[in-house]
């Protein structure tokens, strides 16, 4: 049987899951996993509602949905399956090398359009998978330059989402806000401790006794942005920096993936600062 | 605002969170958390539904709520919110220190009505929190008298759960269906490996890397029953048996204490030898 | 057969394995585990040596020892086994309830000779275990009375080890030097994310998915302490404030129960900021 | 500097680290990390001794080592840094994918030799590694023959290990005699539990609400051979076999590169049907 999947963000109110549901039931459609949640602070309504059924006039439902919800509510009828992504790095493999084998397979829920590298050293990696990859050096070149470089790559492909899988520049918020939502990061480090370049040394000189990885939306404000997944592990008084970034390879790989699998199926919601994630 | 909290239970069928919603719409009740799941090889649905808002009359919203479900429903409106509690305990204090402390305090969403042991170990520390006490020897006799005289206790506390704090006695088939749906035990492992005694010891044979505890409703068949929580813990090769037991402790401590806040505020339903956690 | 403990801590230098190693078997001493650490930035060289044997001349062990390490070394043998500590805590029970039932049933490997509270709340629960318990306010004092009223009652019992068991007074520099090494503190955030009042509140703000407990010495420098333990556990956006107070209890309760047990096996050496823990 | 790595396995005895320390600084070896470990019920002692200083005479060392030990010990100077393995695959590409680009950025500590499929699904993405890719099916031959060709394979490689990375063929006797200790299998369960085929829907059917993964060697005993690591992760009702099988892959993935790490940089003794694991 065909399923339908119906993601709506509204001004919470009264009666909202019978609303949704009645409408839902109008158009056979019978709801199989529903998840919602009410954000009291900010006054929405997040739902991710689950169906069996395929109806035969979309447009109908999505009329007849927006109708029964508050004003400015949002409301999305079966989103895109297979995401489109493009992958920005620096020199680190793990994360990208994962990636690409994910799309290879077909297990990404995504489709890689292409890599770009402020250096060349992923290039061989990432056209073993038949991905194109765009060195665009930042050496010798403005920010701006540099960043315009990389949105005519990007624009071009029209993705999704940008993940930035171990890109070691800051973005300027002109660029940030032209992907306001699109941008996916990894950051070493369990935020918000240490924010910013280095955050294993900074773990190593502090002597924590785990570390982690967080990854997040990016915002105007670095490391700031919603948080998607976080993780650590632990680590004792024998490791140094270099056992450090070693054992925080494997949590960002894991961290990163885990996020980009909710985001693009589309298990994620932000309010605000925050992500409503519904697994 | 009153709360109000509603537990159903029933045949899946079309369209049951739109009836469902219904109801309680015309209740007056509005809907601020729903978690519901469908159990497709049991042809179950399972829904944990809770609103704001207080109706003036919990029999016409119940009989409602079973006219709109299908036969055979069970539909649950405000589940007593402090359970009453029998604890069963051998020698170890760990379990039961832990729960006491919490009934002491008001955070175990239970009463503790009373303790029974097969020995007088724990007595001091039972009363220390004017719990009562009683001493139930196995000793001398067959398991039938001892397991009378245990259903006597009990008995008269009426309890809604007994808990197996580390009652380290097989009950007879008899004993647990006379309590069916009411008993939680905690198994010292990560079941179903090391089903039955000296799981700590089989563990350090067979040189495992972690150990685990399980905590679970009670049937006939011994560690066989639905469970709720399982953790695990690492171990290394530097752990003899008592080591591994003293950590064990700690998470057969936390494990119990889960499972208990799980089923003590109406989280947990039981399908087949299943459970569907609505966490 | 006996067990002989020796701790050594000294300046690194070339063979000190072999020379210690030669000083034990001199003495009959068989080594059954030895744990040993460079702090190469440090330039020190830690060592926790288990042996079997009972030397006839302590005196001559530590003199032959000390002489066959570097200058200034720091050379312990069979270190205290039983911990005389005092808990100071202000509301929260959780931490304290744990110690006393383990002070009780002889698992803390420490005695807690006192309970000093700012508040009476824990008086009663202290009591059930035969525990003197000091209320020494706060209000209408300065820091100083009410520090120096501490130390007062502090000091009568001698004790090895102060252990702040969720005490919500800062202390002052002079307190702390007064204590150098002997303050063990629990910190309700993953240090050194959310230093200072109210971390829940901050995660909450800032939507992280995990929370977590840091155990650590005191340091004139707010929660700057060496690191003993620390553990995080998973949060997601359904959790309020209270949520996280909650489940960050179990934690706390977890994590300085594991520090106070490393501190008091001596397993903890200090390195500057850091500790090395021979676990 | 140089660095020597000094593995040593014998019968326990009196005051052996003294003596091993003691030829160690004679041929002005300085030990910078000593961990050891006696197994009392197997008596025997295990060290793993990393030192700084290269000396000029290996065969001194060595005879002077064995001189020094009981007799029967095993004493290895300077194991071969990088190893060389064969890896067997069926159809899942997880496991592999992650080991051939670890081999591909030089971060397995082991070289890629040949991989052998028994089916040739994998042969693309090898291949893109430049690895030797074999298919040698199962299908239409008897396992001896079966074995016979996949061992006529792995021979021509010499390889110190051979890694099962999800090989779904149960080996005869005969074929892991051959490789007595080089054979590295992960099993897709928190062995002991669901030894055998379909753990995941083992997992399912019983409910569990945790899964895992083990690495370990393999002996003629269908998943009874020495755990070298285990890890598991929290499941619960919404997983579907399918569900659990994916989760699964992650942690399978992650626990045989822990365990292949550690083999490869000989940090693993094998006592009876243990693991000795210097980390």
């Given at each position: 049987?065909?399923?339908?999947?119906?993601?709506?963000?509204?001004?919470?109110?009264?009666?909202?899951?019978?609303?949704?549901?009645?409408?839902?039931?109008?158009?056979?459609?019978?709801?199989?996993?529903?998840?919602?949640?009410?954000?009291?602070?900010?006054?929405?309504?997040?739902?991710?509602?689950?169906?069996?059924?395929?109806?035969?006039?979309?447009?109908?439902?999505?009329?007849?949905?927006?109708?029964?919800?508050?004003?400015?509510?949002?409301?999305?009828?079966?989103?895109?399956?297979?995401?489109?992504?493009?992958?920005?790095?620096?020199?680190?493999?793990?994360?990208?090398?994962?990636?690409?084998?994910?799309?290879?397979?077909?297990?990404?829920n995504a489709s890689?359009?292409?890599?770009?590298?402020?250096?060349?050293?992923?290039?061989?990696?990432?056209?073993?998978?038949?991905?194109?990859?765009?060195?665009?050096?930042?050496?010798?070149?403005?920010?701006?330059?540099?960043?315009?470089?990389?949105?005519?790559?990007?624009d071009q492909y029209?993705?999704?989402?940008?993940?930035?899988?171990?890109?070691?520049?800051?973005?300027?918020?002109?660029?940030?806000?032209?992907?306001?939502?699109?941008?996916?990061?990894?950051?070493?480090?369990?935020?918000?401790?240490?924010?910013?370049?280095?955050?294993?040394?900074?773990?190593?000189?502090?002597?924590?006794?785990?570390?982690?990885?967080?990854?997040?939306?990016?915002?105007?404000?670095?490391?700031?942005?919603?948080?998607?997944?976080?993780?650590?592990?632990?680590?004792?008084?024998?490791?140094?920096?270099?056992?450090?970034?070693?054992?925080?390879?494997?949590?960002?790989?894991?961290?990163?993936?885990?996020?980009?699998?909710?985001?693009?199926?589309?298990?994620?919601?932000?309010?605000?600062?925050?992500?409503?994630?519904?697994?």
């Open positions: 049987m065909n399923k339908t999947l119906v993601l709506i963000q509204c001004r919470d109110d009264l009666g909202l899951v019978a609303l949704i549901s009645k409408v839902l039931v109008n158009h056979r459609l019978n709801i199989t996993a529903m998840r919602e949640f009410v954000d009291e602070l900010a006054d929405q309504f997040f739902a991710r509602v689950e169906c069996d059924g395929a109806f035969f006039n979309e447009n109908d439902l999505y009329s007849e949905l927006r109708a029964a919800l508050p004003e400015y509510s949002e409301v999305i009828i079966n989103p895109k399956t297979e995401k489109r992504i493009v992958i920005l790095v620096t020199k680190e493999y793990h994360c990208l090398g994962d990636a690409l084998i994910r799309h290879y397979f077909n297990t990404l890689v359009c292409c890599v770009i590298g402020n250096y060349d050293t992923l290039k061989e990696l990432t056209r073993k998978y038949e991905v194109p990859f765009h060195h665009v050096s930042h050496e010798n070149k403005t920010k701006l330059v540099f960043e315009n470089e990389i949105s005519a790559v990007i029209e993705p999704d989402y940008i993940v930035l899988a171990k890109f070691m520049r800051i973005l300027s918020p002109e660029f940030v806000a032209q992907y306001e939502g699109k941008l996916i990061n990894i950051h070493h480090s369990f935020l918000p401790a240490f924010i910013g370049a280095s955050p294993y040394r900074k773990a190593f000189e502090r002597g924590v006794k785990l570390i982690g990885a967080t990854a997040h939306y990016v915002t105007n404000d670095l490391d700031e942005g919603p948080i998607i997944v976080q993780q650590t592990i632990p680590v004792n008084h024998t490791f140094s920096v270099f056992d450090m970034v070693t054992s925080g390879k494997e949590i960002e790989k894991s961290v990163l993936n885990k996020a980009m699998q909710l985001v693009f199926q589309d298990r994620v919601f932000r309010s605000g600062n925050k992500t409503i994630i519904f697994e």
